[in-house]
């Protein structure tokens, strides 16, 4: 009876440890669990900083974008602008070449109209004394030798472009023709030059100086 009693207090003695063990490896199994989900807590908080971290650089990111993207399309106005404004000045430069050419070559053209002014109003002069009746012999040869003068003088200026404008019996054209009287001729149309007073002149196309005519009504 002893020996079965002594059996199993040992039996319960046994037992007892093997629970106490148990319990031990059980306690032992959650605190490495409470250590392994307090390590996880610590790993996930550290994420979600980190995501926080990702968030504010993003945004800070995405302004800096945005702000690049409004600069560059100020610079590509700012340099569209430029070009159109290069563009201008170029055009305007040719523009300016272009009349400076043309001026140069209308001075060229027209170097010589204030001296061949002149030398129509001496030519004038020839006209009126060549025209001159006399029988006197000896002024006659005079006259003759200034008409001589006077027809020479008149083909040197053809030969420069400098011409009689042709006048009478001619509509009336006022780019040509200065009219100071307005006369009633029989037999002709109205507006039709039907006497010169003083021959007009042009040099090349330009007039020197218009003829001064009557016109008929």
Not at 21 to 42: A, M
Not at 66 to 88: G, P, S, Y
Not at 154 to 165: A, H, M, R, W
């Amino acid at each position: 009876m002893e020996n079965n009693r002594y059996r199993e207090e040992e039996k319960e003695l046994e037992q007892e440890q093997t629970a106490d063990s148990c319990e031990n490896e059980v306690e032992t199994k959650l605190e490495e669990d409470d250590d392994t989900i307090t390590s996880l807590e610590n790993e996930l908080e550290e994420a979600e900083d980190e995501l926080k971290k990702d968030n504010k650089l993003n945004k800070k990111l995405k302004k800096k974008i945005k702000h690049l993207e409004e600069e560059n399309a100020k610079l590509i106005e700012q340099i569209k602008e430029i070009n159109d404004q290069l563009l201008r000045n170029r055009a305007d430069l040719e523009n300016f070449k272009r009349r400076t050419n043309e001026e140069r070559l209308k001075e060229r053209k027209y170097a010589m109209q204030d001296y061949f002014t002149e030398i129509i109003d001496v030519i004038d002069v020839f006209d009126k004394t060549v025209s001159v009746k006399t029988d006197d012999e000896k002024l006659q040869k005079y006259l003759n030798g200034f008409a001589m003068i006077n027809t020479r003088l008149k083909q040197s200026l053809e030969n420069y472009g400098v011409k009689k404008i042709d006048s009478l019996n001619q509509p009336f054209n006022p780019t040509y023709h200065q009219a100071i009287e307005v006369v009633e001729k029989e037999g002709v149309e109205s507006n039709i030059v039907v006497e010169v007073i003083m021959e007009g002149y042009l040099y090349k196309d330009r007039v020197l100086r218009p003829s001064m005519v009557k016109v008929s009504k």
